[in-house]
């Protein structure tokens, strides 16, 4: 009997073994992760536990290749698209309410904004944070009526790709496949296996900026047209582009993330109306190419922008930080001016400030009625170099990355990649 192991229940893993187990695959499948099942997974445990970062996120769905670059690049655009499809089902079949997952879908680039940005449009569907947690719970007893076992609380501190076994706590456990979907939250484990047996990787870029909060009737405009507008700038020559990254509305919150012993910062939405707070806040992501160790880089950027354990807050008009879903507020310590950035990446900070001011000239009644929460970084874990056919290491056949372990960088294109390992599997 063919046994697959799959390391992270993040929404990659948990993809690739629903599409196994709705294909009547016949092998053993077990499920191995440090946090907890969606019964008992707390809010406060943003990154652990079934469907991973994506379990506690804003459900937004993008709709698009050129979003999802990290799988065209393997699949080609038409079975993307196809995979795209297969896991948003996912997310209706075990949506307590699956009418009420929406796509919006812009059409025209605003005359407006021009020519101080671009606007990337495509269509995004909309879960909602809240429904994520009975979707969860209806997608966990599913796969575990299907047979599939599940490992909570349970790290896996080291893997034999040479022997097929996956070491945790005291025990450990062999396989036949392996699927490595740990997240952000198990990237420094993905480094190190990466360096323990010398893996090919890919270059990588920096991705690094700020989380950016406003009152959302000055950016009313454009979320009309777009929900999660993505406005960008590119400064080719100087290998920089910024984007405005994760837009929240309605029932906004800025999210501490705790990566590495630091604070960075992230946002999601609230469905419900009791949420409603009328901001919106977004990410202004700066992607600088050409940094030699961008991984080092980053983190000594980011621990240039911490204070006492926490990241920092700088408001022109003395705005306060804003309070998270549970009413506390957002950890933070407030700074009194834009210097910090400066000191934490230099001269690339000039790029974050003049994309802001471009912002208080297409919004005018924006002003400076605005804060930032800094940073907000992307750690793009080394990548392997894999076989497009099946994610698989070009060295070991049997094991499969997915997800952010492969730079997926969101929901839709991390749980496309586990189905599509799963296809893989299936086939053979
Ligand atoms: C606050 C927030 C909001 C977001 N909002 C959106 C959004 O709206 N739309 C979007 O597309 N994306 C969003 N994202 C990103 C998205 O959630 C991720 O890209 C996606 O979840 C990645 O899927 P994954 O399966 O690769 O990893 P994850 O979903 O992160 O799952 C990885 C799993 O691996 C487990 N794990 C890690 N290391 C180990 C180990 N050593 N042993 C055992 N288990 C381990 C973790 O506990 C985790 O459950 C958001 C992220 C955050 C943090």
């Known amino acids: 009997m ?11 893993g948990v993809n690739d073994a629903t599409k196994l187990v709705d294909n009547g695959f ?37 709709y698009h290749t050129s979003i999802g670059g990290q799988l065209s690049k393997y699949t080609g655009d038409e079975k993307a698209m196809e995979l795209f499809d297969q896991v948003i089902n996912n997310f209706k079949r075990f949506h307590p309410n699956p009418d009420e997952v929406q796509c919006s879908n812009p059409v025209a680039e605003p005359d407006f904004i021009k020519p101080h940005f671009g606007l990337r449009l495509f269509p995004v569907w909309h879960v909602g944070t809240d429904y994520l947690h009975e979707i969860g719970k209806n997608w966990y007893d599913y796969l575990v009526e299907k047979g599939v076992e599940f490992l909570w609380e349970t790290k ?19 396989y036949d496949q392996l699927i490595f979907g740990v997240g952000k939250s198990g990237i420094d484990f993905g480094k190190q296996l990466a360096e323990e047996y010398e ?32 406005l960008y700038q590119k400064f080719e020559e100087k290998g920089v582009s910024l984007r405005s990254f994760c837009t929240n509305n309605n029932a906004a919150y800025v999210a501490a993330e705790h990566t590495y012993g630091d604070v960075s910062y992230n946002g999601h939405a609230k469905k419900d109306e009791a949420y409603r707070n009328d901001m919106t806040n977004f990410g202004i992501l700066m992607e600088i190419r050409n940094i030699d160790k961008p991984f080092d880089w980053s983190r000594t950027a980011v621990e240039k922008l911490q204070h006492e354990g926490v990241g920092l807050f700088y408001s022109p008009s003395h705005r306060v930080p804003s309070k998270t879903s549970e009413g506390d507020y957002v950890e933070t310590h407030v700074v009194n ?16 400030e003049d994309f802001i001011m471009d912002l208080e000239k297409v919004f005018p009644t924006l002003g400076k009625d605005w804060g930032i ?30 997800g952010d372990a492969l730079s997926a960088r969101g929901i839709t294109v991390s749980g496309a990649q586990g189905t599509y390992v799963a296809e893989s599997l299936l086939k053979n």
Do not use: C
């Not at 890919?202 to 047209?225: M, N, T, W, Y």
């Not at 001016?337 to 974050?352: F, R, T």
């Open 199 to 230: 893996l090919p990787t890919e270059p990588k870029s920096v991705q690094i900026g700020v989380r950016f909060e406003a009152p959302q009737k000055h950016f009313q405009k454009l979320i009309d047209i777009s929900y999660d507008f993505k």
């Open 26 to 62: 016949d092998g053993k499948i077990t499920i191995i992760d440090m946090g907890l099942d969606p019964y008992r997974r707390p809010a406060a445990d943003v990154m652990r536990g079934f469907l991973g970062a994506g379990g506690w996120s804003d459900g937004k769905l993008t």
């Open 156 to 174: 896996v501190t080291d893997i034999n790709f040479d022997n097929n076994i996956v070491v945790y706590d005291d025990s450990w456990e062999d």
């Open 337 to 352: 001016s834009i210097d910090v950035l400066y000191d934490a990446i230099g001269e690339y900070a000039l790029h974050i």
């Open 373 to 402: 929460y800094m940073p907000e970084v992307k750690y793009l874990s080394p990548e392997p170099l894999v076989n497009y056919n099946d994610l698989s290491l070009t060295r070991f056949p049997n094991v499969h990355f997915v």
């Open 2 to 12: 063919t046994k697959v192991v799959i390391v992270g229940a993040g929404v990659a």
